[in-house]
């Protein structure tokens, strides 16, 4: 008994403060880098930090971050624009970033919802899980994540311990960030323009599979609802946008009318525009997409102004 309790006290006294030294060093260098966790960490720091100040915040899945440029947003309609889009995850995590920036942040005058075939499915596994690992502490972020395998107990509770074993982390977390990317911004206002051609990402998926079938997790329809209901208690304004899609990729989605038709009752029950680009133009120009769900820079560029001046046509903010 006596050499567990001094174990137990060398523990407390000396190994559990270097834990915790070390542990706030490596966050701390994680939170500064705009490349990490593909600039989702970055995003996060900004939310958390009550760094945000934007007029229009955008919502949404990769969908979202490679397809609305904020800076033509600003340009049409003289208003500042964030884009909070999160790669690879559905409305779940979506519903965090926005209550992350409404506690820390000052709210926006409007929100840019932008939907799409997986917002409510419910993922079996954690992409990307990394990009949570500075702010694990954060009791909405924990609670959040704990929803998916991906952190334990010991993660949670235990400083240093979620990092054991990741070498590359904890070099980007020491890694000099004054110089190496002074002129290549991974983001910009949370934005990235993919400059990349078609690639044989849905050639592979037909191959595999003559249709796919999306499905749908009800809990997470309500957190919408839920969401929409908050926004109009707080007086902001909510767009849904269902941004274009290649034509052979809808095609491809067997219930896709079902879920499209989701979203259009859900725009109807709350009251706000949806706006679906499903049979815009540039759904039928391959040459606009790198796969069926994603615009390249080009394609976003033309979807951003399109949708630019869609937005400043609806007049949401003059006055009578």
Known sequence: MKLFIKRFLLFVIVILPICVALDFLISNGLKSSDYYAQGETFIWNEIVEGRISEDIYIY?????????DPEIIKDSLSMSAYNFGIDGHNFWFQHLRHKLLIENNPKPKLIVLSVDMFGFTKYKGFYNSRQFLPFIYNKDIRKYTSEYPGFNCLDYYLPLFRY??????????????????????????????EHRTWTADFNKAKSKMAYYEVNTYEPYKDLMHQFLEECKKLDIKVVMVYAPEYI???????????????YESIAEIHQITFLDYSNDELCYNKSLFYNSQHL????????????ASNLKKMKLFETN
């Not at 809808?250 to 896709?256: D, L, P």
């Not at 390249?296 to 949708?307: I, V």
């Open 164 to 193: 054991y074993g990741r070498t590359k982390d904890i070099g980007e977390a020491f890694r000099s960030k004054d110089n190496t990317y002074k002129d290549s911004v991974f983001r910009r206002k949370g934005y990235r323009a």
């Open 60 to 68: 949404g899945s990769s969908r979202a971050w490679v397809h609305f």
């Open 296 to 307: 390249n820079a080009k394609g976003s560029r033309l979807f951003s102004e399109e949708f």
């Open 248 to 262: 052979e990729g809808q095609e491809f989605v067997r219930n896709r009318s079902e879920l499209i038709s989701t």
